[in-house]
């Protein structure tokens, strides 16, 4: 029974045990990195060890379990949790043009418009709602289908991060900027928060497929290169769209068996997501959460310390490397943001000094300050596409060369804040 037991936790991740094991076990707690206890009335346990980087059952540990409690959880493993059946959830998501019409990957992903009978956006809003439709593996465990599906919502939206043009967001209630005034019942006024201004037509949701679209557009799809060139991401055209590439770069994700590499594309994208959110915050924080965007999918090479005979990481000579394989040289200009890109990552993470609108400068017309404003934007857009390339690079189907952004042109270069 033991073996049986064993067995069945070892086709498990880590993070879904807990929802089988806490059921039948008073209490539990982590020994080490690695090790994990469950422990039943102080006598029975079971002791779990795991791979911190892939999460995955490395060994199970049983200790004075009744044979029907083993029972019970092989069945509730193997009906609730290896029985596996897709299942299909949506969720609201914000985009900073309006959305009409629909997108449909397959039978993976849709995203739908509101219909604007039922929006309730304020004008001063620019976060407006759209619908995300999505397949993830569902479990008869009320608490881990939840757990899936939250996770499978999380890896779509940041894999549309680097796909869309457009800015895209979660629900984040401490957004000030949102806020709106609209009137009430009773003449006067309240203040509402833009992103909840709004309520859906109510649709049955069939678990098993996604939504039958009925009378709607499809939302535009660009070409490739037209669609990347548009200068600042956050100016554009009036309404949602997508690159040409889309369906191919979706296709490759979906089939593409890596899982390591495309964990790196998901995190890399988390970041990236993480600048998006502080671009009217804190510039520090944007090329910070870009640089560590970057580190994420660069390969890990290092060597030997002379001296002490440690691992040392080639960093910045890596990341230099990086850059010029994924985004080519293109102009003087660009070629010294790239030679000091790495440069001002650690004079920001190191505590050394910070851009300098984060030191209270209102003054707009300085050129220093101009300058580190192109920089972020330039970093951001560049970012996106550094990611798209390089995940591209395992499968190799032709996205094209991806255009330049934006340029620089003839404000000082980026090089002044850390020669001063």
Avoid at 51 to 62: C, G, Q, T
Avoid at 224 to 235: A, F, P, Q, S, T
Wanted: hydrophobic content about 35%; glycine content about 4%; some cysteine.
């Amino acid at each position: 029974m033991k073996s049986e037991l064993q067995k069945a936790l070892m086709n498990l991740e880590v993070d879904e045990v807990e929802f089988v094991l806490t059921a039948y076990f008073n209490n539990y707690h982590q020994i080490d990195d690695e090790t994990i206890v469950y422990k039943k009335d102080n006598t029975a346990s079971i002791y779990l060890s795991y791979s911190l980087r892939s999460k995955r059952i490395k060994n199970v540990e049983i200790e004075a379990l009744e044979d029907k409690v083993i029972t019970n959880i092989v069945e509730d493993i193997n009906n609730s949790v290896l029985n596996q059946v897709y299942k299909y959830g949506y969720s609201y998501l914000f985009t900073t043009v309006p959305v009409k019409g629909y997108y449909r990957f397959s039978d993976e992903l849709q995203i739908r418009e509101i219909s604007s009978e039922y929006l309730k956006l304020g004008r001063a809003s620019n976060r407006h709602p759209f619908v995300l439709e999505f397949k993830y593996m569902g479990s008869k465990n009320r608490s881990l289908d939840l757990y899936r599906k939250e996770v499978k919502l999380n890896e779509l939206f940041f894999l549309l991060q680097i796909l869309i043009r457009f800015d895209i967001y979660k629900y984040e209630g401490s957004v000030r900027s949102e806020w709106v005034s609209i009137p009430n019942k009773e003449g006067g006024s309240e203040i509402k928060h833009a992103q909840l201004l709004f309520y859906d037509k109510k649709f049955k949701h069939e678990s098993m497929k996604l939504t039958e679209i009925d009378g709607l557009e499809k939302i535009p799809i660009i070409e490739d290169n037209e669609y990347l060139k548009w200068g600042n991401i956050r100016v554009g055209m009036e309404f949602f769209s997508l690159a040409n590439y889309t369906d191919q770069v979706l296709k490759q994700y979906f089939e593409f068996n890596q899982e390591d590499i495309k964990e790196s594309m998901i995190k890399s994208s988390y970041w990236l997501y993480q600048a998006q959110n502080n671009m009217h915050t804190s510039k520090s924080l944007v090329a910070l959460c870009l640089s560590i965007a970057i580190e994420t999918i660069l390969p890990k090479q290092s060597e030997r310390c002379d001296v002490c005979g440690q691992l040392k990481y080639k960093i910045s000579r890596t990341f230099k490397e990086f850059l010029d394989k994924f985004y080519p040289e293109q102009n003087k200009e660009l070629d010294k943001v790239k030679s000091n890109l790495y440069g001002i990552r650690s004079t920001v993470a190191h505590g050394l000094d910070l851009l300098l609108q984060d030191k209270g400068s209102m003054l707009s017309f300085n050129p220093i300050q101009n300058n580190e404003n192109d920089y972020t934007e330039i970093f951001f857009q560049m970012t996106k596409q550094i990611i798209l390339k390089w995940f591209d690079s395992f499968s190799n189907p032709a996205i094209g060369q991806l255009p330049l952004p934006f340029l620089l042109g003839r404000r000082r270069s980026v090089e002044t804040f850390i020669t001063g």
